[in-house]
Each structure stands twice: as C-alpha cells, then as structure tokens.
C-alpha cells in the first residue's frame, strides 16, 4: 500500500512540472536617452516545449508615470513547438525630473492558461535631463 501511494505522489510530482516552456528576449535600442525623448524595445519570444501553448508578454515598467510602453496591438499568441513570436517593435518613452534617473522595465513571457511567467528579461533605462 506505501509503495501504490509512493507512486501516486511521483505522478502528481512529475504532471505538475510539466507544462509549457519558452523563453524571451528583449532589446532596448538605446539604454539611455533624453527626457521625453523615445527609444525602441525589440522583443521575440519562443515556444520551447513539445507542444502548441499560448502565450502573451507582459512589459512592466517600473514607474509608469515616467516610462510609457506603447505597443499597436495585443502581444498574445498561439505557438507551435520551436515555433517563434518573431520580432516585435514596442515604442518606450520616459521622462525624469532629476539630472538623471534608471528606471527598470520587466518584460515576461506568460502562459495564458494558467498565468505563470515562463521567462523573463530584464533591461535598464537610463534617462538624462
């Protein structure tokens, strides 16, 4: 009876790290600008399981107020294994009331199924009056 309990742990062990894998990458095209001035944040994002998943990025600055993401469209996808979001071009504005400032800005890869970050990136911003 331990070792049929023993089993049934393993299982939900091991179906419970499965799920869908991928990764991001991302790009800011000038890691220090102008206040007010615009800079652009290239990202592409991959599907590394073994089947179709879906998947959005999620772009989080770290003061919204100063650092404003624009983006044309929802970035939410439907991919296939290996299968890439390709080169997506995010429009990133920030602003600063001191001599300078570095604001950071987080941009994840999410699971729509169930909402876990399957990876992340991390990338710095430096704004000068």
């Given at each position: 009876?331990?070792?049929f309990i023993f089993l049934i742990l393993i299982s939900l062990v091991l179906l419970s790290g499965c799920g869908p894998t991928g990764n991001i990458t991302a790009d800011l095209e000038k890691n220090s600008i102008k206040s007010g001035s615009t800079t652009t944040l290239t990202i592409n994002g991959k599907n590394t399981g073994d089947s179709v998943a879906n998947f959005f990025v999620r772009i989080t600055p770290e003061d919204s107020t100063k650092v404003v993401?624009?983006?044309?469209?929802?970035?939410?996808?439907?991919?296939?294994?290996?299968?890439?979001?390709?080169?997506?071009?995010?429009?990133?504005?920030?602003?600063?009331?001191?001599?300078?400032?570095?604001?950071?800005?987080?941009?994840?890869?999410?699971?729509?199924?169930?909402?876990?970050?399957?990876?992340?990136s991390l990338k710095q911003i430096t704004v000068n009056k």
């Open positions: 009876m331990r070792y993401v624009t983006y044309p469209r929802p970035l939410e996808y439907t991919l296939d294994p290996n299968e890439e979001i390709g080169d997506k071009i995010i429009n990133v504005q920030a602003f600063t009331d001191y001599t300078s400032t570095t604001y950071n800005i987080l941009v994840e890869l999410v699971n729509s199924e169930d909402g876990k970050v399957v990876d992340k």
